[in-house]
């Protein structure tokens, strides 16, 4: 009885050994494969200045691709995509990862769409598609719909934000956009760091557009005979095709674009803040737009630690009452703080002309409650995850926060 237990558990570990074995193999023979290096990886929509008849689409390959491309097509219930569909050829830069390694970064804009349409897509070349995927044209004209709005995620992307960005994308599977406010990654030149925030992301980046706002973590410590030199990462914008209606000295980290009814701008807190306010102060007096929605990493009124940015908030929320934004949306400080609408920098009531402020996190990176700005704060808190929906109606703006698990944290509305 003995001998054939013992004779059961050696055919066991004869079988075990065989599928390792054969496991084994198989990726290393697919590590191996030529082709594996011209596979397009680390696919993100983003969002376009006008997503009504356009939208941007960025990936990636390890090794260089000749006369890279994108296809597009308006899908039916047949499995046919190909026919009828129309090619476009993508722009190439070349990034070096490391010594030994070069990534090379591919960018296409789809343009003259027809508004409020399902449109399917796939990248690379052939014998090397990614697969299809849709997305949805803005409409021209007024519509309500939602977007998911992020704070920082920065830390332990992969292991704890996955989460959050699959919580956040059941709870709202039909929002438009999603807006990152930031500090995607926290050393954004290591490029392993960027590739758990792709993993993370999974298929969602590949349809739904993302809005990504830079934050200061885009600005990795760079001293230069011992004086700080303030650069953006040189991984940053090669992997992303945003808006490039801002100032040139901040291309594609300040801009905006209209979405059915709400002018969005997305401003850089880090540098050339006095150039922006002048742009930011033009762009508002032209806006014809109902709402009006901006994103900076850094929070006017700070909700972390001690932290405070005096500069930043005098000189921009003197432009918001003057123009009468309704919200701003910031991360940075990783704890939660929504205002009371305010207005000079004071609580007014809720039918008076002012502006909410918002700071969250979605990332598992927390800090105490700043104290000095509690007495504005309709909501303060700290060590969650949190992700918000945002709906937009003509005459309501509906804001929900939640936690990881789904569960409501805060909410309000404007009414107009």
């Avoid at 438009?176 to 990654?185: A, K, L, N, S, T």
């Avoid at 303060?380 to 944290?409: C, H, M, P, W």
Wanted: proline content about 5%; aromatic content about 14%; overall charge neutral.
């Amino acid at each position: 009885m003995i001998y054939r237990k013992y004779f059961i558990n050696v055919k066991i570990l004869i079988k075990s050994f065989l599928v390792i074995l054969v496991i084994s193999f198989s990726s290393l023979t697919l590590a191996e494969s030529p082709d594996c290096q011209y596979i397009p990886g680390r696919i993100i929509l983003n969002i376009t200045e006008n997503p009504a008849v356009s939208q941007s689409v960025a990936w990636r390959t390890d090794g260089q691709i000749t006369n890279p491309q994108a296809q597009i097509s308006i899908p039916t219930d047949a499995s046919d995509l190909v026919t009828g569909s129309k090619t476009f050829y993508a722009t190439t830069e070349a990034v070096q990862i490391d010594s030994e390694r070069t990534a090379y970064h591919y960018t296409v804009v789809f343009d003259s769409l027809k508004s409020s349409t399902l449109y399917a897509y796939r990248v690379g070349v052939e014998d090397h598609w990614s697969e299809w995927n849709h997305f949805k044209t803005a409409n021209e004209k007024f519509e309500p719909y939602k977007f998911v709005y992020l704070g920082d995620p920065q830390d332990e992307v992969k292991s704890m934000c996955s989460r959050i960005f699959r919580e956040s994308f059941k709870k709202a599977p039909d929002a438009r956009f999603w807006i990152i406010g930031g500090d995607i990654v926290n050393k954004t030149d290591k490029d392993n760091e960027w590739g758990e925030f792709y993993y993370a992301m999974d298929w969602i980046a590949k349809v739904t557009p993302q809005v990504i706002v830079c934050g200061n973590h885009a600005f990795p410590r760079k001293y230069v005979n011992g004086k700080r030199v303030v650069e953006l990462s040189p991984l940053w914008r090669p992997q992303f095709k945003l808006p490039e209606n801002g100032p040139d000295v901040v291309k594609e980290t300040a801009y905006y674009y209209d979405y059915q009814g709400v002018r969005y701008i997305v401003l850089n807190g880090r540098i050339e803040l006095d150039v922006q306010a002048q742009w930011l102060e033009q762009v508002l007096k032209e806006n014809t737009q109902r709402w009006t929605i901006v994103s900076i990493h850094q929070p006017c009124y700070s909700t972390g630690s001690d932290r405070d940015i005096p500069h930043q908030r005098k000189l921009l929320p003197p432009i918001f009452d003057k123009y009468s934004v309704d919200l701003v949306l910031s991360g940075h400080d990783h704890a939660y703080g929504r205002s009371y609408k305010l207005y000079d920098a004071k609580v007014v009531k809720d039918n008076e002309k002012g502006t909410v402020y918002v700071s969250s996190v979605c990332g598992p990176k927390a800090y105490e409650i700043n104290k000095n700005f509690t007495h504005l704060m309709a909501k303060s808190g700290t060590d969650r995850q949190l992700f918000q929906v945002i709906s937009i109606d003509y005459n309501r703006l509906k804001y929900e926060a939640f936690n990881a698990i789904g569960e409501l944290y805060d909410s309000f509305e404007l009414v107009k």
